[in-house]
């Protein structure tokens, strides 16, 4: 069965102190892997896709690189305006993707 | 352009009664879906559609149905509301693939007394 599974559920950070969070994925097929953001009260909103084992992307702090296991999401030196729940999901078959229950990030300033 | 909007913000249901979500997309993006977001579950596709006049169920479509009359619509529909149905709903669209990024709206926080 495909799942994708983030850790930590929930991590609070000091600005400033770098880190990352997990996205780890049983998928047969991967036909790309996406973070998104979510802000309280909002929609998902889009960050990165990843296509292949290898490949990263950036984004001002925030940097995704994929493995054929896992993806990452590194933030460096964390804002306080990065708080949010990072989400991460797959493309799985021809239409659908699978999203893992996200990680819930704090800043404290 | 306003992306991706969904009717109404936040309703409240008693158990039985039904109602109708509105999706509305200005990309002319041909792919729709309809997701509820519940607290520890994360994300689920309730029904999607790959065009205008087609449907199709994703994971958790019991007691929901959906339309896409136009392409430009999608709506949900639940005939017959019970307290399960309590959650937020996101609406998303993409050009095509499922590897084509998908564009979520506000989204709609639903209560079922």
């Known amino acids: 069965e495909d799942q994708v599974t983030q850790s930590p559920e929930a991590l609070r950070l000091q600005e400033g102190e770098s880190s990352s969070l997990n996205c780890s994925y049983t998928v047969s097929g991967l036909r790309g892997l996406f973070w998104y953001r979510q802000d309280p009260g909002k929609g998902p909103e889009f960050l990165f896709t990843?296509?292949?084992a290898g490949e990263e992307k950036e984004k001002e702090r925030l940097k995704a690189t994929l493995t054929k296991k896992e993806s990452f999401l590194h933030i460096t030196a964390p804002k306080p305006e990065d708080s949010a729940t990072y989400l991460c999901a797959v493309a799985r078959g021809a239409q659908k993707l699978v999203f893992g229950q996200g990680t819930r990030l704090t800043i404290n300033p | 352009n306003a992306g991706v909007t969904q009717t109404p913000k936040f309703r409240v249901l008693k158990t039985g009664q039904s109602m109708t979500l509105l999706c509305a997309q200005d990309?002319?993006?041909?792919?729709m879906y309809w997701y509820r977001q519940d607290p520890g579950m994360g994300l689920r596709l309730i029904h999607y559609?790959?065009?205008?006049?087609?449907?199709a169920k994703g994971e958790v479509p019991d007691g929901y149905n959906v339309s896409r009359l136009k392409k430009q619509n999608f709506l949900l529909g639940l005939e017959s509301a019970a307290p399960s149905q309590t959650s937020v709903y996101f609406c998303?669209?993409?050009?095509?693939?499922?590897?084509?990024?998908?564009?979520f709206g506000p989204g709609t926080r639903l209560t079922v007394l």
């Open positions: 998303a669209s993409s050009y095509v693939q499922v590897t084509d990024t998908q564009y």
């Open positions: 990843l296509y292949s």
């Open positions: 990309m002319n993006h041909e792919y």
């Open positions: 559609s790959v065009g205008e006049g087609t449907t």
